[in-house]
């Protein structure tokens, strides 16, 4: 803060601290049916170590608490005493506000407080030349008015499909997964959906590499949550995997196993499970036989799983399909 507005800062301080002067403030300032919400008796200058520091701040501030409404509450005053121009006073003031919420709650309360600011201005320009509105800090007032600062819009994956998520293209494949992370169940009750149209060779060959190794190891995490999916269900899993992607990726896949099995023996821990995955894959790199594809296409038509899959999978034709069932 510059020296010419220490003198300023001080009187403004020392004026508002008295409460008899603060009430008279809020009486000629404030609108009637604002003011009547105040509890003026509840009154109380917040202590420093409460109050928000702004390092570039460029007007001095007090604080009081009181009971606004019959909730806790503050009345938040800041005086302009620089004569440079600030169209961002707005903004300043709404991450200030912010902020002392946040702070109300870290002091263990559980719901935020009603923060009245109120600025007292006395610079060079008369009358003061900036807009008090949030809006006119943006470049387009309008639209920021139309989008910005309303409730924040939610994508509840608990309450969708996977039909529904498996239409939101490349997305649907991380939005699955988190679906159905917590869930404690075979993942062929919608795997199908997660490897259906083609999305991981899409992701392997499109998006990146590595970007289809992190699905596929958030995928095994998955599968080790779930209690009742043992190896010989994970390794079937993982065959179809190999069937859903281009050699490329299986060769990946391998030596991602591999190296899961080798951090596995490092650390002596879950050596069979990973073994197992790797063996898995490895029964899924030989899937063009033709005995094969008929035994993983009996245990995907047994576990529900969608026939568009299976079909491009396997490589199977309805009617085999429909031989398998009698």
């Known amino acids: 803060m510059s020296s010419i507005s220490k003198p300023h800062d001080a009187l403004f301080k020392r004026s508002l601290q008295h409460k008899q002067i603060m009430v008279d403030w809020l009486v000629h300032h404030l609108p009637k ?13 917040t202590p420093n170590e409460y109050v928000p520091k702004w390092p570039d ?24 005493h620089q004569s440079s121009d600030d169209e961002m006073m707005a903004f300043r003031i ?14 263990g309360h559980k719901k935020l407080p009603i923060v009245l600011p109120l600025v007292l201005y006395h610079g060079e320009k008369s009358p003061y030349p900036y807009s008090t509105k949030i809006w006119d800090c943006f470049e387009n007032p309008e639209l920021a008015k139309a989008i910005a600062l309303k409730p924040f819009q939610l994508i509840d994956l608990t309450v ?3 039909e529904e998520i498996n239409q939101h293209g ?16 075979s993942p062929f009750s919608w795997l199908g959906a997660l490897l259906s ?27 080790g949550k779930a209690n009742e999916t043992g190896t010989d269900e994970l390794d079937k899993a993982l065959a179809l995997w190999v069937q859903s992607v281009p050699e490329q990726a299986q060769e990946d896949i391998m030596t991602f196993a591999q190296q899961l099995e ?31 594809n008929v035994e993983i296409a009996k ?27 009698h």
């Open 160 to 162: 969708m499909s996977d």
């Open 94 to 107: 709404l991450c200030y506000v912010v902020e002392l919420m946040n702070n109300h709650l870290k002091q």
């Open 299 to 325: 245990q995907l038509l047994a576990s529900n799983v969608d026939r568009s899959v299976i079909k491009m999978s396997t490589g199977l034709s309805d009617e085999e399909l429909d031989m398998l069932l």
């Open 197 to 223: 149209k083609g999305k991981m060779t899409t992701i392997y060959t499109q998006v990146s590499p590595d970007y289809f190794k992190d699905v596929l190891r958030y995928f095994i995490e998955i599968c």
């Open 170 to 185: 490349l997305a649907s494949v991380m939005e699955i997964l988190f679906k159905h992370y917590r869930q404690r169940q």
């Open 57 to 80: 701040t460029l007007y001095s501030d007090i604080v009081y608490s009181c009971k606004i409404g019959g909730k806790p509450g503050y009345i938040y005053l800041a005086a302009e």
């Open 262 to 292: 080798k951090r596995g023996e490092e650390r002596g821990e879950q050596r069979g499970m990973q073994k197992g995955m790797q063996q898995g894959m490895q029964q899924g790199m030989q899937q063009g036989r033709q005995e094969r």
């Open 33 to 45: 049916e604002t003011l009547a919400l105040i509890d003026t008796a509840t009154l109380v200058m």
